[in-house]
């Protein structure tokens, strides 16, 4: 599987982003998907992940009700909504896959795209 992030950009505070994730082969729809992020300095840390299905969601506390994870199994892709940015969730971000059930950590995912900045100016 390889995986393409787009959608990362420059944005105001309190502005919005939509990051995607196309995904190659056969078999995205069977996939568990989801985001992390790393910032200068810090470690990598889990955002957002969605099931095979779509049916099950999980997010970082940080992002909670600000961010959308959701899935075009047709389209294999898959996508980050981002509202009320914060300068906070700047960051470089990352698509993943995996085979196995949904997680949060990041040994849970095999397949890793290679990034896109997002980055939120005050």
């Known amino acids: 599987v390889q995986l393409q992030a787009s959608g990362g950009g420059l944005v105001q505070a309190g502005g919005s982003l939509r990051l995607s994730c196309a995904a190659s082969?056969?078999?995205?729809?069977?996939?568990?998907m989801g985001w992390f992020r790393q910032a200068p300095g810090l470690e990598r840390e889990f955002v957002a992940a969605i099931s095979w299905s779509g049916s099950t969601t999980y997010y970082a506390d940080s992002v909670k009700g600000r961010f959308t994870i959701s899935r075009d199994n047709a389209k294999n892709t898959v996508y980050l909504q981002m509202n009320s940015l914060k300068p906070e969730d700047t960051a470089v971000y990352y698509c993943?896959?995996?085979?196995?059930?949904?997680?949060?950590?990041?040994?849970?995912?095999?397949?890793w795209g290679q990034g896109t900045q997002v980055t939120v100016s005050s």
């Open positions: 082969g056969r078999t995205f729809s069977s996939y568990a």
């Open positions: 993943v896959a995996g085979r196995g059930s949904i997680g949060v950590h990041a040994w849970d995912y095999e397949y």
